[in-house]
């Protein structure tokens, strides 16, 4: 994460003082990675106890949108998914304000990530996406994905100026394919529920125990919406089981992945008709939003944006490739 927002301990203290109960503020350090709000370390002493939190201020989401995304992480961890769960002040409230920021803190997850992760990472990942996804099924609110297809439309317009010509046909005719996927009867049965919607190997940790690697917890959950389960999965494909240089599927991973996924939740019919499909639609969801934070920047300290091209390369790869799903009870082919 970048650091759009400056906050000082002194700041952090008597906001602290003002409205929670987890003692004062010691240490407060800024994180570098992440691109969407400003995070950070915060460590507070309290009765001879140092505990350890993420303070985030939210840059882009509005405090009407944040209670979804709090309360959801807040309804998984009490059902024992890891991740972060948000701290509610002493008013109750799971958001507050802090220099003009709506501004939350959650526990600190343990571990690290895994930026070259193995099949033993990706059988980890699977398992608990799925558990995660029904997990989420008894949880009340709603707001959908809001970097899904409408914005898409509209930020496709956007970032046209900026790519050659063939740049250009490859978004528009993939950006056209997917309107016609998503109209589709298929696609609207799929099914659906909160989903993290932008799980890659930096927001998840993994911790060693006992010489073996656990997860630790998924977090960044500030793009997370009501979305089609398989959006969610295909994101996650998309980022852990592939050759980075290509772009192309990583057979390995990808199959620990799937299986592990799958021995919580089968897949529908329905969801191996479209996994070739959805595949592109989450290439194309990061191509465009990486060509959106590339091409029209934010002012950020410590901003590092991510590279357009790599998921450019993936939606080629995707687009010319026809994946599988495996099932259990049946193969389709997908193209
Ligand atoms: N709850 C957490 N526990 C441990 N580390 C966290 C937690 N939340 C964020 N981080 C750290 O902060 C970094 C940036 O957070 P992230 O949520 O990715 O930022 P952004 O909101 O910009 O996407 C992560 O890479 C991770 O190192
Ligand atoms: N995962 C996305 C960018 C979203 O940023 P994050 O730091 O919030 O995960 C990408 O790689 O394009």
Known sequence: MAVFTSVTLDEVNAWLEKNYRVGTASELKGISSGI???????????????????????????KEQLPYYLELMEHLSKKGIKVPAPLRNNAHQIVGDLNGKPATIVTKLSGKSFLNPSVRHCELVGDALAKMHLAGLD?????????????????????????????????QSELVAQINFFNSAEYQSLPSGPSHCDLFRDNVLFDNVSGQDELGGFFDFYFAGNDKWLFDLAVTINDWCIDLATGEIDQA????????????????????????????????????????????????????????THFERILISRREVSSYLPNNSAKHATK
């Open 36 to 62: 969407e709000n400003s995070n950070f370390f915060l460590t507070t002493q309290m009765g001879g106890t140092q505990r350890e939190f993420v303070l985030t201020l939210f840059e882009r989401l509005s």
């Open 139 to 171: 949880f009340q609110l709603s707001q959908a994905n809001l970097r899904s297809i409408d914005w898409w439309k509209s930020t496709v317009p956007l970032v046209i100026p900026h790519l050659n010509s063939a740049q250009d046909q490859l978004i």
């Open 253 to 308: 991973r990808y199959a620990g992945m799937i299986e592990k996924y799958q021995a919580v939740r089968s897949f529908e019919p329905a969801e191996i008709n479209s996994w070739n499909m959805m595949l592109r639609a989450a290439a194309l969801r990061f191509w465009v939003s990486r060509l959106w934070d590339y091409h029209l920047p934010r002012e950020a300290k410590m901003l590092t944006p991510h590279d357009p």
